[in-house]
Each structure stands twice: as structure tokens, then as C-alpha cells.
């Protein structure tokens, strides 16, 4: 599975690269405003940290503009995936920017027939977002096996990049699904790499060997 880091804050996306486990980054428009960046000073930052797909989400809501919108965030780096929301100006975008061979990451996402109808616009990823479900009572991790499901039926290419991801837990449940990407914060990905007992078993090598020297 790859993994993504969802912000827009550079030392973040810094850190979680030197440990070696970034695959990509994704933002969204909430996750700019927090970086208090300019969107392309921001996105032009990010590409001289990770080599690999970062996803740069539109705002127009129609499809001609999304589609300008599109391209022109595709031209600022080759690693730019384009994001655009799953509303019907958007599965019309995607089908546009597809042919044209512009990457994009169909956002929003909420149910399985949804990320049918993304794929078929050609979507290069689709984002289903787990944690957002769970907020509404809902069990995002089931959205997940939906898709699984779907695509594995009709042998569709479009990524699943499970999105939202809040807890360690749906780390592991996306990673046994199959999930082809998932993107976590920085908090996410920290959790994810401690274990109590790996500390405490540290700490006991370590104070063994101190008195073994002695
Ligand atoms: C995905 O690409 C989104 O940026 C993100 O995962 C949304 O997460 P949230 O629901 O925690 O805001």
C-alpha cells in the first residue's frame, strides 16, 4: 500500500520523508488555508520535497473551468494529480482531463456507485473518505470493501486511495482491504510507527547492556 501525507505543512512533509515512508502528498483547499502558503508557492515547495504524485484540488464547479483550472496546476510540476470533487461537473472534467492524459484524484467520494461512475469517467485515483462516514455514524471501512469489490469485478484500473483516515486503525483495515493508497496526517502516521512495547523492550536492552558493562 502507499502511503500519502495529507497536509500542507511543509516540516510535516519533511519529516515523514526522511523516515523514509512517503509515497506522495495530498491537499485540499482546507489543508492550504491552514498552511497559510500560496497555493502554487505551496505546490511548487512540496515537488522539491517528494517525488511522487501530489494532489492539488480545483474550486471552480464547472466543468469547462475545472477543466482550465486542471490544466493549468498540471503544468506547474509532472507530479501534480489534479483533484476534483464528485459532483457531475466534475465526472465530466475527469472524462475531459483523461483524455487529455491529466492525472487526477476524483475527491469526495461517499459511496460505492459513486466511485463506479468515477472510474468509468477515467479517474487515475478515487478517494473515499473513511473518516467523515464514521462521524456520521456510518462505517467508512465498509465503503472500502464496496469499492474492492466493484473494481475487482470489472477489472478497473482507477486507484483506491482511501482518504479521511484517522486512526491507526484504518490504517491496517485499508491495508488488509487492498487499498491501493491511503493518505494520513501527520499525527496519523507518528501513531503509527510507535509501539508501547517496543519502547519498553528498548529501554530494558539498553539498561541490560549499562550493567553488563559494569
Ligand atoms: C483527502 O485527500 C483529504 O484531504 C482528507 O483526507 C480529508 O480528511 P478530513 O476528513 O480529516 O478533513
Not at 53 to 78: C, G, N, Q, W, Y
Not at 123 to 132: E, L, N
Request: charged letters at 25%; a positive charge.
Amino acid at each position: 500500500m502507499k502511503i500519502f501525507i495529507d497536509t500542507g505543512i511543509l516540516d510535516e512533509i519533511r519529516e515523514a520523508v526522511s523516515w523514509g515512508i512517503v509515497d506522495g502528498v495530498t491537499t485540499n483547499p482546507s489543508l492550504v488555508a491552514k498552511s497559510g502558503k500560496p497555493f502554487r508557492e505551496l505546490l511548487e515547495e512540496i515537488t522539491r520535497i517528494v517525488d511522487g504524485p501530489i494532489s492539488a484540488e480545483v474550486v471552480s464547479t464547472k466543468a469547462d473551468s475545472m477543466v482550465r483550472e486542471a490544466e493549468d496546476l498540471a503544468k506547474i510540476h509532472r507530479n501534480i494529480v489534479v483533484k476534483i470533487p464528485l459532483i457531475v461537473e466534475g465526472l465530466k472534467a475527469i472524462k475531459v482531463l483523461s483524455a487529455k492524459g491529466v492525472k487526477t484524484n476524483c475527491t469526495l467520494c461517499f459511496s460505492a456507485s459513486q466511485a463506479l461512475l468515477a472510474a468509468k469517467a477515467g479517474a487515475t485515483y478515487i478517494s473515499p473518505f473513511v473518516g467523515r462516514l464514521d462521524d456520521i455514524s456510518t462505517e467508512g471501512m465498509q465503503l472500502i470493501r464496496d469499492i474492492r469489490q466493484i473494481y475487482v469485478n470489472y477489472g478497473i484500473k482507477t486507484l483506491i486511495l482511501t482518504a479521511s483516515a484517522r486512526s491507526p486503525m484504518h490504517f491496517l483495515e485499508a491495508a488488509k482491504i487492498g487499498s491501493d493508497v491511503i493518505t494520513a496526517p501527520f499525527a496519523v502516521l507518528k501513531q503509527l510507527a510507535h509501539h508501547p512495547l517496543t519502547d519498553l523492550g528498548l529501554a530494558k536492552f539498553l539498561a541490560d547492556w549499562e550493567k553488563a558493562k559494569k
